[in-house]
């Protein structure tokens, strides 16, 4: 208990084992009794914002419902980023979870369309044009059916066929004499 005498002087009496007595004037009690008002005030304060951080409350949820997200996606076998990206449009757009997300034909339909229109482009980006001539050109025998014969019956070729051909064909036509008398589309009179 404190007790005020008339010098102005507080005097706390404990009584019990241990206590100590001590005494303070009533300038160095009020001064005393305002730091510990204001810690108490403090204390009070940070609980308080401890208890209110929206971030305490969110952000857990938040990293709960990320995980959650990427489980869903491991477990329906995206892992690409155009696969996730259109997944996370349909999740903001729709305002749906996860699962539902996953589970929707529409959404389902895309996400197949997307895979085989990465598939196409995976094909058909690695091939690349052949130097030399396909298989049917590369036969005598195909050039024979498209040539036509000039004025003088002479067989004539078309512009499109290779070079490396003129030989093959000459010896396929007449193997015993090398065929001079042909006339080529870049040969002259």
């Given at each position: 208990m404190i007790d005020s005498n008339q010098d102005g002087v507080v005097d706390d009496n404990n009584e019990g084992e241990g206590a100590e007595v001590v005494t303070l004037s009533k300038g160095e009690h009020a001064k005393l009794n305002e730091t510990i008002g204001s810690l108490k005030r403090e204390l009070k304060d940070l609980r308080k914002a401890k208890d209110e951080t929206p971030e305490t409350k969110n952000k857990p949820d938040e990293v709960l419902l990320k995980r959650l997200d990427s489980?869903?996606?491991?477990?329906?076998?995206?892992?690409?980023?155009d696969e996730k990206e259109l997944f996370e449009k349909w999740k903001t757009?729709?305002?749906?979870?996860?699962?539902?997300?996953?589970?929707?034909?529409?959404?389902?339909?895309?996400?197949?369309?997307?895979?085989?229109?990465?598939?196409?482009?995976?094909?058909t980006s690695?091939?690349?044009?052949?130097?030399?001539?396909?298989?049917?050109?590369?036969?005598?025998?195909?050039?024979i059916s498209r040539s036509s014969k000039d004025s003088e019956g002479n067989p004539v070729f078309p512009e499109d066929m290779q070079r490396e051909m003129f030989t093959k064909v000459l010896d396929k036509l007449n193997p015993k004499s090398q065929g001079t008398k042909l006339r080529f589309y870049n040969s002259q009179k």
């Open positions: 489980l869903a996606l491991k477990t329906a076998g995206i892992v690409e980023a757009d729709t305002g749906r979870e996860a699962d539902a997300v996953i589970d929707n034909n529409i959404f389902r339909k895309e996400l197949e369309d997307l895979r085989t229109a990465r598939k196409n482009l995976a094909a690695d091939i690349k044009g052949e130097t030399g001539i396909s298989e049917a050109k590369a036969n005598p025998d195909y050039w």
